[in-house]
Every structure is written in structure tokens, then in C-alpha cells.
């Protein structure tokens, strides 16, 4: 949560629009982040109900 939490307070509290985070799903339907150093930390997955949901082109 502190990774989240740096992401949060590193925005513009003005800014309030949508934004994607570097999440991407691999070729062998797994979950990644896009920098190749990170790690995907299950506990801090906020995502929309009803996603992820790979609804046409979507590449999340």
C-alpha cells in the first residue's frame, strides 16, 4: 500500500481524470507490470467491478 500511496500523493490533487498504471496482461494470461523490475502486489489490485475483463482490443 505505501507504493499506492506515493502514486496518490505524487499527482496534482486538481488532476481527475482516468489514468493506467502499467498493468498488462502477458501472453500467457498473467498478470505483469509493464517496468520489467516490478512486482505485482496482489493486496493492491482497486480495480473497477466487473474488471479485468479483456473486453475487445483492450490490452488490461
Given amino acids: 500500500m505505501d507504493e499506492m500511496n506515493r502514486l496518490i500523493n505524487a499527482v496534482d490533487s486538481r488532476y ?18 509493464s517496468l520489467a523490475d516490478s512486482e505485482f502486489i496482489e493486496k493492491e489490485t482497486h ?4 474488471e479485468p475483463n479483456d473486453l475487445g482490443s483492450n490490452a488490461c
Avoid: A, D, Q
Wanted: net charge positive; charged share 30%; proline share 5%.
Fill in 16 to 33: 481527475n481524470e482516468l489514468s493506467r498504471i502499467g498493468l498488462e496482461k502477458g501472453e500467457c494470461k498473467t498478470w505483469h507490470w
Fill in 47 to 50: 480495480w473497477k467491478p466487473g
